[in-house]
């Protein structure tokens, strides 16, 4: 399994490299920018870049191999399961899917620590993939929409149910710091079409908490990459978050939501397992100042 990963070089910039089979070591492709000129050519190409360690006391530091000024959208409620267990029950299945948005700075990659904001009560899991988009898309078909997806990733859209449902945008609940991390990059053609039904599980503490398959989805890659192009210019380096299946945990009699030291982890057929610690609030701080100094 190709995985691609992001790293952040010696002067601060962030490379894009292939990480080796076990896990050890990651060969650099080319710079951030210049991966997602053409990320697909990129991907086949044999490294050129230094091979630097991935673990260790020397490793370098991974990020995700986000543009800054990439789009990062997020389909809810696209599992028929997900809708019937929430607060959207008892209402008719919209034409379009509910779309929401995440900034690239509430992304994070697996092992970061991610820390519960003051206010809440504990934070929620949500499994699921991400498609990486690799050309740019205008009022596209969704044929052509699909085939410009470059590749998939493991990802966890941890939501923050208090701040979430304080009003009836989900903005705020969908951004805390550090809720979005994401696993390597597998090139699409490796993993295949969601369709066909890729198993993706979530388990909080080695306990499954969710367990569904992609071809369960209600807005598929293609139709709904298609819609958004309809409105705005998607392009290549933009993300869509394809939404989760059941399980969640503030749906559940008593709810159950993640604590500080917690482990959850979410596995997705093809594309490996991305797993975080949870921890508390009081720690934001240091880890803000971590990431300012870096």
């Known amino acids: 399994m190709t995985r691609i990963v992001g790293v952040r070089g010696a002067d601060g910039e962030v490379l894009v490299g292939r990480l080796s089979e076990d896990g050890q070591e990651v060969a650099v492709i080319a710079g951030l920018a210049e991966f997602w000129t053409d990320a697909a050519a990129a991907m086949r190409r044999t490294p050129s870049g230094p091979v630097l360690p991935a673990t260790g006391v020397d490793a370098v530091e991974q990020v995700p191999p986000v543009l800054p000024g990439a789009r990062v959208i997020c389909i809810g409620l696209n599992y028929l399961k997900h809708v019937a267990e929430g607060s959207f029950a008892d209402q008719d299945l919209p034409e379009h899917p509910t779309l929401f948005a995440r900034w690239p700075a509430s992304l994070t990659v697996g092992g970061a620590a991610i820390p519960v904001p003051v206010d809440e009560a504990g934070l929620d899991w949500e499994g699921e993939v991400v498609a990486w988009v690799g050309q740019t898309l205008i009022d596209a078909d969704p044929d052509e929409a699909l085939a410009s997806v470059v590749g998939y990733s493991t990802f966890n859209d941890v939501t923050a149910r208090r701040a979430q449902k304080l009003t009836s945008q989900w903005i705020l609940g969908k951004n ?70 059941s399980g969640v945990g503030y749906a559940r009699t008593p709810p159950w939501l993640l604590q500080p030291g917690d482990v959850v982890e979410v596995e997705a057929e093809r594309l490996g397992v991305l797993s975080n610690p949870i921890v508390a609030g009081a720690e934001r701080a240091g880890l803000a100042e971590a990431g300012r100094t870096r």
């Open 176 to 245: 805390a710091d550090r809720s979005g991390p994401l696993g390597p990059l597998v090139p699409a053609e490796e993993v295949g079409d969601l369709r066909d039904g890729l198993r993706v599980v979530t388990r909080v503490n080695g306990e499954v908490v969710q367990d569904g398959t992609t071809d369960q989805m209600v807005y598929t890659v293609g139709d709904t990459l298609a819609l958004i192009s309809r409105t705005f210019t998607v392009r290549p380096g933009d993300l869509l978050a394809t939404g989760t299946p």
